[in-house]
């Protein structure tokens, strides 16, 4: 059985409601996995997503920032919400499906302007944080699960759009990536994303202060699709739908995609 699985930084979902209805109207994945929803949970427009056809939902909020959120076509339960590095921020939720499939949702800080956490306390966060997952992956190898979301770093040098002039910029800097890198090799996660498309420039987030975001075309691939090891290859078909980025009063981050047959 194939199902597909897509997650979007939204950036506020009440401002954007109208925003997700059209990608579930006109995408219709069996799951959506959201971050950056800056809601309470009772406040996010559950109603107008089960008119919808996505009555189950998992998430954790806040009010005005961070928040994390899955809906889904089938049953969810909840099986995990973890507060990495101890910040009191909403920024994991993990629900299971009624296939077995754990999906973890996470939004990792964004980590400030200044890549020196001695100067910025919120750079030195992101790397507390993607420290503490790699430790909770390392001890919790995760099986038949997906890891989504916004992970707020680009790794690859073809994940930027230029590798020399971002080394030096919070999302693309060698300590960040070597971070990522050590969380995804903890748990043994496979980047279903670049295991599809494995060649070429690849972007999720184009800067709002761009006056022509798409001719600029100074994107990132900040968000993130991974499987565990035992499932990596029943996923296909993952792209990137840059089309949504473009959308009237959109988020800066277009939804990834991809579909598993499990």
Same mark, same amino acid.
């Given at each position: ?19 997700? #209805?059209? #990608? ?6 069996? $799951?959506?996995?959201? /971050? ?14 089960? /008119? ?10 806040? !009010? *005005? ?8 076509? /089938? ?35 964004? *980590? ?6 001695? $100067?910025?306390?919120?750079?030195? /966060? ?5 420290? &503490? ?24 040098? &073809?994940?930027?759009?230029?590798? @020399? !002039?971002? #080394? ?32 070429? @420039? ?53 939804? $990834? ?6």
């Amino acid at each position: 059985m194939t199902f597909s699985l897509a997650t979007w930084n939204i950036n506020s979902v009440r401002l954007r409601a109208d925003l997700v #209805l059209k #990608l579930l109207s006109e995408e219709s994945p069996d $799951v959506l996995c959201l /971050q950056e929803c800056k809601s309470p949970v009772d406040k996010i427009p559950t109603d107008l997503f089960a /008119q919808a056809g996505y009555g189950h939902m998992v998430a954790r909020g806040q !009010k *005005g920032y961070n928040g994390v959120a899955i809906l889904s076509k /089938q049953p969810i339960r909840e099986v995990g919400a973890h507060d990495f590095a101890g910040l009191g921020h909403a920024r994991h939720i993990a629900g299971q499906l009624e296939n077995g499939v754990t999906v973890h949702n996470f939004y990792v800080p964004a *980590g400030g302007d200044v890549a020196d956490r001695t $100067v910025n306390e919120k750079f030195g /966060q992101k790397l507390d944080y993607l420290t &503490d997952m790699r430790d909770w992956f390392r001890d919790n190898r995760p099986e038949k699960s997906i890891l989504v979301g916004d992970l707020n770093i680009a790794p690859r040098e &073809d994940d930027v759009w230029d590798h @020399k !002039k971002l #080394l030096k910029v919070v999302s693309h800097t060698p300590i960040e990536v070597d971070h990522l890198a050590e969380t995804q090799d903890a748990g043994g996660w496979v980047d279903v994303t670049r295991n599809d498309i494995p060649e070429g @420039k690849l972007y999720s987030w184009w800067s709002y202060r761009a006056r022509d975001w798409d001719a600029a075309d100074k994107g990132r691939r900040l968000d993130h699709v991974w499987a565990s090891a035992d499932i990596a290859a029943a996923a296909h078909s993952s792209r990137v739908m840059r089309a949504a980025r473009g959308w009237e009063k959109p988020s800066d981050h277009a939804p $990834v995609f991809a579909s598993f047959d499990l």
